[in-house]
C-alpha cells in the first residue's frame, strides 16, 4: 500500500510539473545596411555661432533588431485562478553592445490572472501607452520609433522621430477582463517612484492607461495616456490610432492605418505632435505569404524643442519563407530641420556615442535587408 501511495504522489508530481514547465520562446532578426548621415550643423557652443561643421558618414552596418530570448508560463491555484510569469531578455546577435552587455531585460513580471477580477502584472512592464500602436509597419533599420534594440539606443534616427513609451520598472498593469464579450481591452498602470523623500509630494511615480477597440471586423481603434513614467525629467503623452484592413470590405489586400500623438515635456514650453501614417498590401501572386509597405512619420517639436521637425518615409517589403522564417527589404530616408537643441548621434566609424549642440539641417538614407527567424 505504501509503495502504491508512493508511486501515486510521484506521477501527481510528474504531471503538475509538465503542467508548470515554461513556454521557451525567442526570435532572431538581423539585417545588413548600408547607411548615410549627414548634419549641416552651426555650433551653438560659441558666440556668434562661430563654428559650421558639414558632417557626411557612410557604411555598412550588420545589425541586431529586437532580437530576444523568453520564458513565459501559468500555473493554476484555484478554479479560476492562476499564476502567470514572463522573463524576456534582449539580445544583440551581431556584438554584445557598447557596454558588453550580453541580456537586457525587457517585459519581466510575476502576476495573477483571475476570470472575475482581470490579469495583474507586477515588474518591468512596458508603458501601456505602447498597447496603441496597431499603425507603424516599419521594420529592420527603420523601426525607430522608441529604442527597443538592445545597444541600438540613442542613433540619429531615433533622435529624429516622434517619442515612445518606455519599459517601466517597478510598475504593476491590470488588464480588465472581458465584459458581455465587449470588443475592447482596458489596461491601467502604475509605476512607483521607490525614492526615499521628506516629502511625499517630491516623488514622482506616474501613471497611464489605454483602450482598445477590436471587434474582428478589420477596424481598430484605441486611445492611450502616460504620465510621469516614459518621460526622464517628467510629461504626458497622449496617443490615439485606427486601422482599417480593407480586404474584409472589398477586393484590395491593402491595411491602413493612422497615429496622432502629442507630448507634453514638463521641461519645454512646446509640445511635440506626432503623426504616422501606413498602408501594407499583401501580394496574391507569390507561392507564400509576402506583402509590401510604405509609412510617412512627420514630427514637429522634437523632444519639446520648438522648430526640430523631421520627415520620415520608407518603402518595404516582406516574404515568409515559412510562418516563422520571414524575409525583409526596406529604403528610407529622414529628413530634419534642426534650429536648436541637443542632438544625441552615433559616430558610425568607430560606434561611440557623442552629444552635438546644434542647430541646421539632419539627413539619413538606408537601405537594407534582413532575415527575421521565430521559435
Do not use: C
Not at 558588453?100 to 531585460?105: A, E, L, R, T, V
Not at 502584472?121 to 533599420?141: C, Q
Not at 497622449?238 to 482599417?244: K, M, Q
Request: proline letters at 2%.
Amino acid at each position: 500500500m505504501k509503495k502504491l501511495l508512493l508511486a501515486s504522489a510521484i506521477a501527481t508530481l510528474s504531471v503538475s510539473t509538465v503542467q508548470a514547465a515554461p513556454t521557451v520562446y525567442g526570435k532572431a532578426f538581423v539585417t545588413a545596411n548600408y547607411v548615410n548621415a549627414e548634419l549641416d550643423r552651426q555650433s551653438m557652443d560659441l558666440p556668434n555661432d562661430a563654428i559650421y561643421v558639414n558632417e557626411d558618414n557612410d557604411s555598412v552596418q550588420v545589425s541586431s533588431h529586437s532580437s530576444r530570448l523568453g520564458f513565459k508560463g501559468s500555473e493554476a491555484i484555484t478554479a479560476n485562478t492562476e499564476v502567470i510569469y514572463q522573463l524576456e531578455y534582449g539580445i544583440k546577435i551581431d556584438d554584445s553592445g557598447s557596454d558588453n552587455i550580453g541580456f537586457k531585460s525587457r517585459d519581466t513580471y510575476l502576476g495573477l490572472n483571475n476570470e472575475k477580477f482581470g490579469q495583474f502584472r507586477f515588474g518591468r512592464n512596458y508603458s501601456v501607452s505602447d498597447y496603441i500602436n496597431n499603425v507603424t509597419v516599419n521594420e529592420g533599420y527603420w523601426d525607430n520609433i522608441g529604442a527597443s534594440s538592445l545597444g541600438d539606443s540613442n542613433t540619429l534616427t531615433e533622435a529624429l522621430t516622434l517619442t515612445d513609451g518606455e519599459r517601466i520598472n517597478n510598475s504593476i498593469v491590470w488588464i480588465a477582463p472581458k465584459y458581455n464579450d465587449l470588443p475592447v481591452e482596458l489596461a491601467l498602470q502604475y509605476g512607483a517612484d521607490e525614492s526615499f523623500v521628506s516629502d511625499s509630494d517630491d516623488r514622482d511615480s506616474g501613471f497611464g492607461a489605454s483602450l482598445m477597440f477590436d471587434p474582428g471586423t478589420g477596424f481598430t481603434a484605441g486611445i492611450g495616456y502616460d504620465k510621469d513614467m516614459s518621460i526622464s525629467d517628467g510629461g504626458e503623452i497622449l496617443r490615439g490610432s485606427a486601422s482599417v484592413d480593407l480586404g474584409k470590405y472589398m477586393a484590395y489586400p491593402v491595411t491602413l492605418g493612422a497615429l496622432y500623438q502629442q507630448v507634453d515635456f514638463d521641461d519645454s514650453n512646446d509640445e511635440e505632435k506626432g503623426l504616422v501614417v501606413s498602408a501594407e498590401m499583401g501580394l496574391t501572386n507569390f507561392a507564400r505569404p509576402a506583402s509590401v509597405y510604405l509609412q510617412y512619420d512627420k514630427t514637429e517639436n522634437l523632444a519639446g524643442l520648438g522648430g526640430n521637425d523631421s520627415d520620415q518615409i520608407v518603402l518595404g517589403g516582406k516574404y515568409e519563407f515559412k510562418d516563422n522564417m520571414i524575409a525583409h527589404a526596406y529604403i528610407g530616408k529622414n529628413s530634419a530641420d534642426l534650429e536648436n537643441g541637443l542632438l544625441v548621434v552615433r559616430n558610425y566609424d568607430d560606434n561611440t556615442i557623442s552629444e552635438v549642440d546644434a542647430r541646421g539641417d539632419a539627413d539619413v538614407f538606408a537601405i537594407g535587408g534582413g532575415l527575421e527567424y521565430k521559435f
